[in-house]
């Protein structure tokens, strides 16, 4: 028996940040990042949709792009001031994913960050708030998801916390917020959500109902990540690739990932990559390396009109190259002496991310070490 978890309630299209003057509560925190919703006057329009519900509302502001243990620790004090019932993510993933980390200490103070990275510990919500998140970026799709990425600074770790409790209550999916991001964000956010959708459709809890989420959602990144990218001003395309980002969350947060995501943990955390970059030069590697123990990604090849794993991984190639991205971390500028110092600890660390245990290829020590080097270096993999 299988389970299908999606928010209760998903506003979609252009214009649906209208759909905050019917949600009910008393107390609103919106958690942001560094700017962004603020300048575009995103921020005043939530703060004013909220009024116009008849709730107060508070800012927590500052949400740095990989949010830290210590970011969330500052926010859970600031709800304990504010005693929200209603916690509004809104902005990034970075944003969203800091506020359902804050959300489950607000609930739970007594909890300690490494029981809740231990996947599915999570203790019941909505004791004190629900959650509501509106993205405005088109990649994590963590508005539908059961999944929070934080970082422990300190390690140089990016831990995943996993659990159906934190998927959120409402997602507002409107494209009009996306027109904010510039051509790199668009290139890496996008990219981001197609690995979340090709590592979905091979997982090992993999469904007909994830299947259908991720392969619609990769036919259409191929056709409007381009466009987005070339005009971010095309609001048809925004809408799509926001669209495409939340068919892909909720396909992964059900599926979960692979060792694209494992891998990508590391090297962000120890080199402050951008996520979605990370896992654009994975990709096509990882296909190739997994192509020996599935035969699904024949099944993406085909919805783009090709017919094999390796045609689906050159799609790849080629899409990451027009989005402008680099096709190895050497030529993304990471110091080949640093990489070397850090290899066997992202190796290692990467053979521990909860990612890798669905994989549908079990990865040997030596094996995932291999592939590190390869995408290093911009070598196919041909193991």
């Not at 509560?25 to 008849?54: N, P, Q, W």
């Not at 290139?187 to 090709?198: E, P």
């Not at 680099?326 to 030529?331: I, L, Q, R, Y």
Request: some cysteine; charged content about 25%; overall charge negative.
């Amino acid at each position: 028996m299988s389970t299908f978890i999606v928010p209760r309630e998903t506003y979609h299209g252009l214009g649906s940040l209208e759909n905050l003057k019917a949600i009910e509560g008393k107390k609103a925190v919106i958690v942001t990042g560094s700017g962004s919703m603020k300048k575009y006057g995103f921020l005043d329009k939530t703060i004013s949709l909220l009024k116009e519900a008849g709730m107060e509302s508070a800012v927590f502001e500052g949400v740095e792009a990989d949010p830290s243990v210590e970011t969330v620790m500052r926010g859970v004090a600031f709800f304990n001031r504010e005693k929200p019932d209603i916690i509004i993510g809104l902005g990034g993933c970075s944003a969203i994913d800091a506020a359902k980390a804050m959300w489950v200490f607000y609930e739970y103070p007594e909890a300690t960050f490494e029981e809740i990275i231990k996947p599915f510990s999570v203790k019941p919500l909505r004791n004190k708030a629900r959650f509501v998140a509106i993205p405005s970026t088109s990649g994590t799709g963590t508005e539908a998801t059961c999944a929070s990425i934080i970082t422990d600074t300190g390690k140089g770790i990016k831990y995943p916390i996993v659990s159906y409790e934190i998927c959120p209550d409402i997602a507002i999916v409107d494209g009009d917020l996306a027109k904010s991001m510039p051509k790199n964000v668009t290139a890496d956010t996008g990219m981001d959500a197609l690995s979340h959708d090709v590592e979905a459709f091979v997982a090992a809890l993999a469904s007909p109902y994830s299947d259908a989420m991720a392969i619609d959602s990769i036919r259409s990144i191929f056709v409007n990540l381009p466009r987005a990218f070339e005009d971010g001003n095309n609001l048809e395309a925004r809408q799509a690739m926001h669209d495409a980002s939340c068919m892909g969350g909720v396909a992964f947060s059900n599926a979960l990932l692979g060792i694209v995501h494992s891998m990508a943990h590391q090297i962000g955390g120890m080199f402050s990559i951008p996520h979605g970059r990370a896992n654009a030069i994975l990709m096509p590697n990882v296909i190739r390396f997994n192509s020996r123990d599935t035969d699904k990604y024949r099944l993406l090849a085909q919805a783009l009109g090709k017919e094999t794993a390796e045609d689906f991984a050159g799609e790849i190639e080629r899409l990451r190259q027009r989005v402008g991205i680099e096709g190895s971390f050497k030529a993304y500028g990471i110091d080949p002496t640093a990489w070397k110092e850090r290899l066997d600890a992202m190796v290692q660390n990467a053979m521990d991310d909860p990612c890798t245990g669905t994989n549908p290829r079990k990865p040997t020590l030596e094996e995932m070490k291999k592939i590190f080097e390869a995408c290093f270096d911009g070598e196919i993999v041909k193991f």
